[in-house]
């Protein structure tokens, strides 16, 4: 079992940037695929980047160009870096984890660990 706990999230204008960090109670490499997910009011949470233990990575398509997931290991944190905010982008990140089968780089997959969430808000 992991812990996850975010940290970063806040308010920013349009066009700003955030770093979230999601820190975890334990090691995930080579145990757990790590991924960051979103919800937004009134929206079903929907994924927004995933990361194997090489450190590949896949990022929602409409978000590549500005959000990027990353890790190390060493500190056992995972991060995601976003650039360019849009009103659009307003919602409560994720942290999440599942056990490693399979690909970690499939949006389809459930995961089992969840952090709290970080409260993401970009204002005009």
């Known amino acids: 079992q992991v812990q996850l706990v975010e940290s970063g999230g806040g308010s920013v204008q349009a066009g700003g940037s955030l770093r979230l960090s999601c820190a975890a109670s334990?090691?995930?490499?080579?145990?757990?695929?790590m991924g960051w997910f979103r919800q937004a009011p009134g929206r079903e949470r929907e994924a927004v980047a995933l990361i194997d233990h090489q450190g590949r990575t896949r990022t929602a398509d409409y978000l590549q160009d500005r959000f990027t997931i990353s890790q190390n290991n060493a500190k056992n944190t995972l991060y995601l870096q976003m650039n360019s905010l849009k009103t659009e982008d307003t919602a409560i990140y994720y942290c999440?984890?599942?056990?490693?089968?399979?690909?970690?780089?499939?949006?389809?997959?459930?995961?089992?660990?969840w952090g709290q969430g970080t409260q993401v808000t970009v204002s005009t």
């Open positions: 999440a984890a599942r056990w490693w089968v399979g690909s970690c780089l499939d949006f389809s997959q459930q995961y089992n660990y």
């Open positions: 334990r090691a995930t490499s080579n145990t757990y695929c």
